[in-house]
């Protein structure tokens, strides 16, 4: 004798964090402005796999205030039979949801290292000057995939391959520049800004951007993976080298490699201590950088 009244749902999420669940935040503003029994949720896994299990009670604490009971369908109406009982085999349920995501989060990243180690593509756009190109089950080239495009079968694998012209010549312009001209990034933006060439996005280059283009070993045909990780909605994690996943050749480069090592070589050199007048200095001067740009 229940009547459903009205269903929600989060189509793709993984139950993590609510801030990122319009489903479950639009749930708890009708449960608040709305009268009736309860929140029949499929099972534990379903209201979130939250890491901590007293966020999950907490959240299901919160709907309890508000009169609404949340009942899971696989459980039933235990908490009618045996309260303690319920509270403990919910905290059990709690907790195997919460290891559910590690255990698939650690699966995901082992898969990934997996692919990244065989030099393909494990997911992200392309940087400036490359695409992305589709491989069938073969190996072999299918089509460059669009932004916003992916795969559609678990075997195939995606890789890099130099894009369009006109971003190819503006990379090997900004390493001549940079190597055998030896202008500063900061210049090397200027004239890119002063000729109306546009950075990634559409917008103005600035020393920041030059810089990531520079150390990006994508323009020679390396592969790079895990320099940085982020497991489970925790903050990102700045790998040390040794955890990295490097394979050389790849896919096609777009620079020579002794262009790419004089600019490293370059960079290093670069590299010096400021005294504190010097550096309230420089910071004056890309703060002067920052106001002219986005005014």
Request: no cysteine.
């Amino acid at each position: 004798n229940i009547k459903i009244i009205k269903i929600f749902k989060d189509e793709g999420k993984s139950g993590l964090k609510v801030e990122n669940r319009k489903g479950f935040l639009d749930l708890y503003e009708y449960v608040k402005k709305n009268k009736f029994d309860y929140v029949i949720v499929f099972d534990v896994t379903r209201w979130g796999r939250f890491q901590d299990i007293d966020e999950s009670a907490y959240y299901e604490m919160l709907f309890k205030r508000e009169g609404k009971r949340v009942i899971y369908t696989e459980r039933g109406f235990i908490e009618d039979e045996n309260p303690l009982l319920a509270s403990l085999t919910k905290s059990i349920d709690r907790y195997m949801a919460a290891d559910y995501s590690r255990k698939l989060s650690e699966k995901v990243f082992l898969g990934s290292k997996k692919i990244a180690s065989l030099g393909f593509s494990v997911g992200g756009k392309a940087p400036y000057g490359l695409r992305r190109l589709l491989l069938d089950v073969h190996k072999k080239p299918v089509r460059i995939l669009n932004d916003g495009e992916r795969k559609s079968i678990d075997n195939e694998r995606v890789t890099f391959t130099p894009g369009d012209e006109k971003e190819r010549n503006i990379i090997n312009s900004i390493f001549k520049k940079f190597s055998e001209e030896k202008l500063s990034k900061r210049e090397i933006a200027e004239l890119l800004n002063k000729g109306g060439i546009k950075s990634p996005k559409d917008k103005l280059w600035n020393t920041g951007k030059i810089h990531d283009i520079l150390i990006n070993e994508n323009y020679i045909g390396t592969k790079v993976y895990n320099k940085t990780s982020q497991k489970l909605k925790t903050p990102t994690r700045i790998n040390p080298k040794d955890e990295w996943i490097r394979v050389e050749n790849a896919f096609e480069a777009i620079i020579s490699k002794e262009l790419f090592f004089k600019a490293q070589e370059r960079i290093k050199k670069l590299k010096v201590f400021y005294t504190q007048e010097e550096l309230v200095l420089e910071l004056k001067k890309i703060y002067e950088e920052y106001k002219r740009i986005t005014s």
